[in-house]
């Protein structure tokens, strides 16, 4: 499975953006997918995951109700929507797939990142 996330720019807080991952390979709809992000000086973590069918989606806290993530598997997507951003959610964002989980040893392939700046 390979990964490529689309989408990253800088905008505003309070503002809104979509980010976007599309994924190559046969056997993407059977892996959960995820995201994750870095910001400066600071550890990946853990944002968004569902799983194979868009069931259950996990959220970090500090996302829920302000992010959706969602998949298109006829079209191979996956997709972040975030409402209400904040300076805090600058970092790059990844793109991951594999097993359904919260961590990062969950998942297998990963994509080269978006860079998101949340900036007055």
């Known amino acids: 499975v390979q990964l490529v996330e689309s989408g990253g720019e800088l905008v505003q807080p309070g503002d809104s953006l979509r980010l976007s991952c599309a994924a190559s390979?046969?056997?993407?709809?059977?892996?959960?997918v995820a995201w994750f992000r870095r910001a400066p000086g600071k550890e990946r973590e853990f944002v968004a995951a569902?799983?194979?069918?868009?069931?259950?989606?996990a959220y970090a806290d500090s996302v829920k109700g302000r992010f959706t993530i969602s998949r298109d598997n006829a079209k191979k997507l996956v997709a972040l929507q975030m409402y209400s951003l904040k300076p805090e959610d600058t970092a790059v964002y990844y793109c991951a797939a594999g097993s359904y989980g919260l961590t990062e040893r969950h998942y297998d392939w990963w994509g080269q990142g978006t860079q998101v700046t949340v900036s007055s």
């Open positions: 569902v799983n194979w069918s868009g069931q259950f989606p």
């Open positions: 390979g046969s056997s993407f709809s059977i892996y959960a």
